[in-house]
């Protein structure tokens, strides 16, 4: 028996888990792993792969990115701007089959968010045996409670607050970080607790300007000097816009630089020197947190249960302390974004947190 693996999509910290976990157990079943390099790519004739054995795995679970390389670009792109779906091409999948078939291939892992997962449910209506593993860091994936990543990403924004923090209260100033998030708001409300913000800004929430202005004012009079704001990258500008720096080849923006836009207003409604600092790619490189590995690990093996099953056109997925599955198609129909009452909201505000309402 043979089987495949491919990521799809930006990486995260946890991937090389996945791999980890998937290797490990295929290997316990006398099964042979091929690693599609560079997502669905690896699938093109003549075939870009390699023979994943338990000795190639060592010491991969420590590393961010993945030994397999990936691409949100290419022949395979099944998402384009929010929420549009584009089939992928007859004639691409055609060769990509004939790569499956060659190699024998009997199930075909792919470990993606939401546009490669979406590849992944086409191929699996066409008939491919295709397994799903949720990946995103932004945690937005619907039909999971978590994916892997988040947690490494989340670390690395509560590191960035602490920092933000002290230089802020040196300087008595109004301190901005702008953090990933395109859809949801996970990493900037669960940062943004962990880390003790004082504003969080996410897409699901409108904000206004003139409230935030107002607490910095407040917190000013009470003789709190400096404010953590926290904005997610996908959040709105009062006037309902995004905040792009462009659009890719496919339609889809490359979002950031609103971070700079509330620094800059709120430096003038409320006259405090402030300062906008954006976090980017460093919230997706790295070691991945202790969560992550075991959540990455425990994915992979489940991956292979479901190979060995014939469970196909299924995803892993997370649910109250337990990995289990869903059909894919549960969950790349809905994105899970943060609910205005939620507990987790309710929480945040709970301690004083504003979200700009
Ligand atoms: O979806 C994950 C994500 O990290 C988003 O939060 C972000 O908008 C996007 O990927 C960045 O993608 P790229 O690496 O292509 O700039």
């Known amino acids: 028996m043979r089987i495949g693996i491919l990521n799809g999509g930006g990486d995260c910290p946890g991937l090389n888990a996945v791999i980890h976990g998937v290797v490990g157990a295929a290997d316990q079943l006398g099964w042979e792993v091929i690693g599609f390099r560079d997502g669905f790519e690896g699938l093109l004739p003549p075939g870009d792969y390699t023979v994943l054995k338990p ?37 691409i999948i055609a060769k990509a089959k004939r790569t499956m078939d060659q190699l024998e291939i009997r199930a075909l892992i792919v470990v993606g968010g939401d546009g ?34 988040f947690d490494s990403a989340v670390s690395t924004v509560v590191d960035a607050l602490d920092r933000l923090h002290t230089t802020g209260e040196s300087h008595k100033r109004v301190m901005v970080l702008e953090v990933m998030g395109r859809h949801a708001g996970w990493i900037a409300l669960w940062g943004g607790i962990a880390g003790g913000a004082n504003v969080v800004l996410i897409p699901e929430i409108a904000f206004s300007l003139e409230k935030i202005a107002e607490f910095i004012k407040q917190r000013e009079a009470q003789g709190h000097h400096s404010t953590l704001v926290i904005v997610a990258e996908g959040a709105r500008m009062p006037d309902g816009d995004l905040v ?18 509330v620094a800059a207003s709120l430096q003038q409604m409320t006259g405090k020197e402030t300062r906008a600092c954006t976090l980017g790619h460093l919230q997706r490189g790295g070691a991945p947190t202790a969560l992550d ?13 479901l190979a060995a099953a014939g469970s196909f056109g299924r995803m892993v997925s997370y649910q109250s302390y337990d990995v289990d599955s869903v059909p894919i198609e549960e969950a790349v129909h809905q994105l899970r974004l943060i609910e205005a009452e939620s507990e987790l909201v309710l929480a945040a505000k709970a301690i004083g947190i504003r979200l700009g309402d």
């Open 293 to 305: 590995r075991i959540l990455g690990v425990r994915f992979g093996v489940m991956a292979v249960k």
């Open 116 to 149: 490669s997962l979406t590849t992944g449910l086409q191929l699996y209506r066409e008939g491919w045996p295709i397994i799903g593993v949720p990946k995103t860091i932004d945690n937005d994936l619907g039909a999971t409670a978590l994916t892997f990543g």
């Open 244 to 261: 792009t720096i462009d659009a890719n080849k496919a339609g889809e923006v490359r979002l950031g630089g609103i971070g700079d836009q």
């Open 55 to 91: 000795k190639d795995t060592i010491g991969i679970l420590k590393l961010g990115g993945t030994i397999l390389g990936t691409t949100n670009k290419g022949h395979f792109i099944a998402k384009v701007g929010n929420g549009d779906i584009a089939e992928v091409a007859a004639e």
